[in-house]
Structures are given as structure tokens and as C-alpha cells.
């Protein structure tokens, strides 16, 4: 929620952090290992003249993607504060780069009236992105989200607000089908004094569903919400772009998910408007119990990802 924030970069981020990673003269990669979900393997998002410093607990992840100008291995948060303390001595008086905070202050506020603008997205069924606005006006600020692979799910990095640490889970690279559910569960097992929430496309969900008989035979208070397009949306985009919209294996039939869920014992909940969203997340939320929220939504196409000049994921 800065006012500077730009969004996050990667395969599901937006066209303004891809910008500001390809005009950035450094870029303090902490904790990050600059692969797939951060640059989507496009090594013209970051400018071959861009120096790197990358952070890394783990050695062998140190320039193992993109060539650094600087390896630390350490602890990401241990070392942000050493480096604070050092530039605070240094530059007692700050040393500010108006220009180019003007330049970030520009992409935020794009960003910003690009998000704004998806609240009056309309349409029966709704598009993917006018989910999360309806989520954001209710997910606990501590709430841990689980998101799986997938074009709909992918939506919620540029969309959700993760504010405390320990609230994001996702695959750690090569978009990990299915596993949404599951690590939501694991979560919730974790740290059961939090709320937990996994966000699913339903080709992702059809991997790992079964998996609602274990969150309600040990009782796992998991809110899962499944946005249904009836078809596998990443592999489909891919199909239409490259052969022609000539499809193999990516529509699917599917059963009404809330169903399913009554079937082991589960709440199912159905939500067809966006302004229903918000009240059965939190029904969900209270119920203390496994849930799952079927929301159909439109198929959607998105843009390669985020590349230099502006063409991007929006």
C-alpha cells in the first residue's frame, strides 16, 4: 500500500514494476532468486547495464540466474538492516533522487488508476480481476493466502495487499499446478491462531480436491475460493497465441465445486455478482470450519509477461 509501490514483477506482475526493474541503475535483490515468478526467464526485463546486488542465505543461488555485481550471503532481513544502518551513517541527511522518485511516483500512480478503473468491469461471468477488489475489502490484514499456479489466482500479486511477513505463500518457481490447496492447509496447521485462505483456478483445484475429505476429517478451518473459467487458462492463452486458438486439452467439464465441498462434509457457497463476494468470504471466515467459495468467472487472455517499453501483463 506505499505510495511508490509499483507493483510486483514477474510472469503474474505488472507492466510498471517490469519498468522500473529495466530503468533502475541498481537493483537490491534481497532474499529473491530472480527466476521464473520474478522475471519470467525474459532477461530483458532487467537493463544489461543495471548493476545487481543480490542477498541470499543459500551461496549457490548468488548470480545463478542474472550476473551480480555484488553477492551478500546472508539473511535477508539481517543483512536490510545492516545496510540501513550503514547508509544512515553514511548520508546523515538522506540522499534524495528527486528525479527519479518522481519517475516511480509516475508508474504508481498508473498502477493505481489501472486498478481503480477494474471496479467497473462488468459482465455475466465476471472477469477474473474483479474478484479482488471484493477480497481486499475483507481479508484480515494477518490472513495468510496461498496461490496457486494459474492465470486467475496469478492476478492476486499485483491485487492483494501483503503488509506482515509470512502472509504470501506460493510455488517457488516453474508454476507448481495444484498446489494451492494443500499449502493452505499446511499453513492453517502452522499457525492455526491466523486466518488461512487459498485462491485456486479450478484446473488447479481438480489436482488436489480430494484433499477437502482431510480438511474436514481434521477439522482444518481453510477458506478455499475457486474461480471456475472451465478451462486450464495459462495453457489456453498459450495455445490461442501461438497455434492459432487451435485448443488440445485445455477445456474442461467440471462438477459445481460448492457441491463437492458439501458432499465431504464441507460449506459450499456459490457466488455469481461481485457484491456477494465480500459477505460469503466473511461467513466463510466465521464458520470456523473448511469452506470452499465457487465464483465463476470469464476466461481471460492476458499479454505475454511484462516486458520493457510498456507491453505487459495489466
Wanted: charged share 20%; with cysteine.
Amino acid at each position: 500500500s506505499h505510495h511508490l509501490y509499483v507493483g510486483p514483477p514477474g510472469g503474474r506482475g505488472s507492466g510498471e514494476a517490469a519498468e522500473a526493474l529495466h530503468r533502475a541503475d541498481v537493483i537490491l535483490a534481497l532474499g529473491t532468486r530472480l527466476n521464473q515468478p520474478t522475471t519470467f526467464w525474459d532477461y530483458r526485463v532487467i537493463n544489461r547495464e543495471t548493476q545487481i546486488v543480490q542477498v541470499d542465505i543459500d551461496a549457490r543461488e548468488i548470480g545463478r540466474n542474472y550476473p551480480v555485481a555484488v553477492g551478500i550471503v546472508g539473511d535477508a532481513k539481517a543483512v536490510a538492516e545492516q545496510l540501513l544502518r550503514a547508509l544512515r551513517e553514511t548520508y546523515p541527511q538522506g540522499r534524495p533522487k528527486e528525479a527519479w522518485r518522481s519517475e516511480v511516483a509516475t508508474l504508481a500512480a498508473r498502477r493505481q488508476a489501472r486498478l481503480q478503473a477494474e471496479r467497473s468491469l462488468t459482465g455475466t461471468p465476471m472477469m477474473p480481476q474483479r474478484v479482488y477488489p471484493e477480497l481486499r475489502r475483507v481479508l484480515p490484514r494477518d490472513c495468510m493466502v496461498t496461490i496457486d499456479a494459474g492465470v486467475a489466482p496469478g492476478l492476486a500479486y499485483d491485487r492483494l495487499h501483503f503488509e506482515t511477513p509470512r502472509t504470501l505463500f506460493n510455488y517457488a518457481g516453474h508454476g507448481g499446478l495444484g498446489m494451492g490447496y494443500c499449502v493452505g492447509l499446511g499453513t492453517k496447521l502452522g499457525r492455526p491462531d491466523r486466518p488461512a485462505v487459498s485462491l485456486q483456478g479450478d484446473g488447479g483445484f481438480l489436482y488436489t480436491s480430494q484433499e477437502i475429505n482431510t480438511a474436514v476429517r481434521w477439522r482444518i478451518p481453510l477458506v478455499s475460493i475457486v474461480l471456475n473459467n472451465s478451462c486450464h487458462g495459462a495453457e489456453k492463452a498459450q495455445q490461442q497465441r501461438h497455434f492459432g486458438a487451435r485448443y488440445i486439452g485445455v477445456d474442461l467439464v467440471n462438477p459445481r465445486f460448492d457441491k463437492l465441498a458439501e458432499v465431504y462434509g464441507a460449506r459450499g457457497m456459490y457466488v455469481e455478482r461481485p457484491e456477494e463476494i465480500a459477505d460469503a468470504l466473511k461467513e466463510a471466515l466465521a464458520s470456523n470450519g473448511p469452506s470452499v467459495i465457487e465464483i465463476p468467472v470469464a476466461e481471460y487472455f492476458p499479454a505475454p509477461a511484462p516486458t520493457p517499453g510498456g507491453a505487459g501483463r495489466h
